[in-house]
């Protein structure tokens, strides 16, 4: 299975502040993809990464408030700014066609503190 | 819509078999997913099926999948402590890739 990896693991930030999180992956995937997990809640997807151009975001969620960077096919960066207390949550990136398989494994997540 | 649900909670005997259901909307989904959480980590990939199968068995685990009623169910044989933790059912969108998740059920395992 793919080998990923995310940076920080966990992070306590303050209001108004923004913190990059970043997503390696050991190999080549075609598709890799951020989601958010609210404490206790399932896992909501904010955007797909897409190599060489802009992030497709899903209904709800923002570039200026997200802004996603994926400058080749084993990494990629979430950006959350301008934090509030309501962006604490666990932050997930997951990748698909890893050697060639049809699915999609998830990396450790990035615990965010917002205070 | 592509809404997934899943009951929130089993509690099981250790020894005993363990079976969470979930049903799925998007008929045009590819493939389904069952995902493992354990307290503090991310999700572990546990086992998938593609759409045009009907089981598929992966040591203690047991995956179900009635097309007709959009029903999936996941059987873990022998179940040991190890395996109490949050279960993630998702269906794959048809062309995108995209996960639907379920809201999660919670197993305990009791001695």
């Known amino acids: 299975s793919a080998v990923i990896s995310q940076k920080p693991s966990r992070d306590i930030c303050q209001r108004g502040t923004s913190l990059t999180i970043q997503c390696q992956v050991d190999?080549?995937?075609?598709?890799m993809f951020w989601y958010r997990q609210q404490p206790g809640q399932s896992l909501t997807l904010i955007a797909t990464?897409?190599?060489?151009?802009?992030?497709?975001?899903e209904s709800g969620f923002v570039i200026d408030k997200f802004p996603i960077s994926r400058p080749n096919l084993t990494f990629s960066t979430l950006t959350v700014s301008n934090m509030s207390p309501e962006d604490s949550s666990i932050y997930l990136c997951s990748v698909e066609g890893y050697g060639m398989q049809e699915t999609q494994y998830f990396g450790p997540g990035t615990r965010l503190l917002v205070l | 819509g592509e809404d997934v649900e899943q009951s929130l909670f089993l509690s099981v005997r250790e020894g005993d078999s363990s079976v969470i259901n979930c049903t799925y909307t998007d008929s045009s989904s590819t493939y389904l997913y069952w995902y493992k959480q354990e307290p503090g980590a991310g999700l572990q990939l546990l086992t998938y099926?593609?759409?045009?199968?009907d089981m598929k068995q992966d040591q203690r685990l047991t995956v179900l999948l009635n097309k007709k009623d959009k029903h999936l169910s996941l059987r873990i044989a022998d179940t040991q402590t190890g395996d109490s933790a949050i279960y993630f059912c998702a269906e794959a969108r048809a062309n995108d890739y995209k996960l639907s998740f379920g809201a999660g059920t919670t197993v305990t395992v009791r001695a």
């Open positions: 099926i593609f759409s045009n199968m």
């Open positions: 990464a897409n190599q060489g151009s802009e992030a497709t975001y």
């Open positions: 190999s080549q995937v075609t598709m």
